[in-house]
Antibody
Framework: EQLVESGGGVVQPGGSLSLSCAASGFTFNSFGMHWVRQAPGKGLEWVAFIRNDGTTKLYSESVRGRFSISRDNSKNTLSLKMSNLRPEDTAVYFC??????????????????WGEGTAVTVSS | DIKMTQSSDMAASVGDRITITCRASQSISNYLNWYQQLPGKAPKLLIFAASTLQSGVPSRFSGSGSGTDFTLTISGLQPEDFATYYCQQSHSSPPTFGGGTKIEIK
């Protein structure tokens, strides 16, 4: 089970960037997927989620209207298109698979497989 | 959004028993996950459903709690356990993380 992010780099404020996450070793189309970011020296912040079939997309308030999450199940690939980037978007961006398990009669979700991240720097 | 608040960073020695606390701003039942993050690495799931150990995680890690108050305990710290630990609620959207608790070598 592996996730590999790519596409990070340096971009000016107001610019755009597109991140990718390539999945292997598991049935990609069975799992919802998240993007989570981590600003330098800071904690983890959830960014966006897409359901396994792509029918549901959710965004954090801080990126809604600027970022777009998508997936191509035929290519086992997750994407994050980022536009109108701000300095506060500077972070390492991780993709993570959304898995779950039953404990008793209840079902619990968690972020199971993570990529190693790709760094995005927004600076002039 | 549900706010998650963790205990402060701490220094400890190999062999110590340490406890990290996590408090939710409202009841989340036991929909609480714990992750470990080594420097420069991706987070790794340790515990879900507040107390269920993920496969392959050493038994020195344990979790407890329900409602708003949770704990992660490491019994017998090992050198590879010096890391930052995050709680995350999976009760409602959006998923939210605590600010992290760094365990440093004393």
């Amino acid at each position: 089970e592996q996730l590999v992010e790519s596409g990070g780099g340096v971009v000016q404020p107001g610019g755009s960037l597109s991140l990718s996450c390539a999945a292997s070793g598991f049935t990609f189309n069975s799992f919802g997927m998240h993007w989570v970011r981590q600003a330098p020296g800071k904690g983890l912040e959830w960014v966006a989620f897409i359901r396994n079939d792509g029918t549901t997309k959710l965004y954090s308030e801080s990126v809604r209207g600027r970022f777009s999450i998508s997936r191509d199940n035929s290519k086992n690939t997750l994407s994050l298109k980022m536009s109108n980037l701000r300095p506060e978007d500077t972070a390492v961006y991780f993709c993570a698979a959304f898995a779950g398990s039953y404990v008793g009669i209840n079902y619990y979700y968690y972020m199971d497989v993570w990529g190693e991240g790709t760094a995005v720097t927004v600076s002039s | 959004d549900i706010k998650m608040t963790q205990s402060s960073d701490m220094a400890a020695s190999v062999g110590d028993r340490i406890t990290i606390t996590c408090r939710a701003s409202q009841s989340i039942s036991n929909y609480l996950n714990w992750y470990q993050q080594l420097p420069g690495k991706a987070p790794k799931l340790l515990i879900f459903a507040a107390s269920t150990l993920q496969s392959g995680v050493p038994s020195r890690f344990s979790g407890s709690g329900s409602g708003t108050d949770f704990t992660l305990t490491i019994s017998g710290l090992q050198p590879e356990d010096f890391a930052t630990y995050y709680c995350q609620q999976s009760h409602s959207s959006p998923p939210t993380f605590g600010g992290g608790t760094k365990i440093e070598i004393k």
